[in-house]
Nanobody
Framework: QVQLVESGGGLVQPGGSLRLSCTAS????????MAWYRQAPGKQRELVAR???????DYADFVKGRFTISRDNAKSTLSLQMNSLKPEDTAVYYC??????WGQGTQVTVSS
């Protein structure tokens, strides 16, 4: 059974930073594309960033230069370093693996 468990969300002031983590189990982590999505209240879920098995990365335009996605295949862990956070980054952030499994989500709130 594949499981993804996110952690690291919370409340942060505008301009601050947070680091999200996603620990995977039940799969051969290293061979899959992993991604972070987010969903704000009243909006559709959207792709934030993804990282391929070989390490190539793609980012949504709205996070380029601020967020960094990374993976540690030895620890089956996906991370998202978020810097220069804005109120519009407030959302539930989800970890996703290309076989169609989602994590439970972690809330990120950017507010003064």
């Amino acid at each position: 059974q594949v499981q993804l468990v996110e952690s690291g969300g919370g409340l942060v002031q505008p301009g601050g930073s947070l680091r999200l983590s996603c620990t995977a189990s039940g799969l051969r982590f290293s061979i899959y594309t992993m991604a972070w999505y987010r969903q704000a209240p009243g909006k559709q879920r959207e792709l934030v960033a993804r990282i391929l098995s070989g390490g190539s990365r793609d980012y949504a335009d709205f996070v380029k230069g601020r967020f960094t996605i990374s993976r540690d295949n030895a620890k089956s862990t996906l991370s998202l370093q978020m810097n220069s956070l804005k109120p519009e980054d407030t959302a539930v952030y989800y970890c996703y693996v290309e076989i169609g499994v989602w994590g439970q989500g972690t809330q990120v709130t950017v507010s003064s």
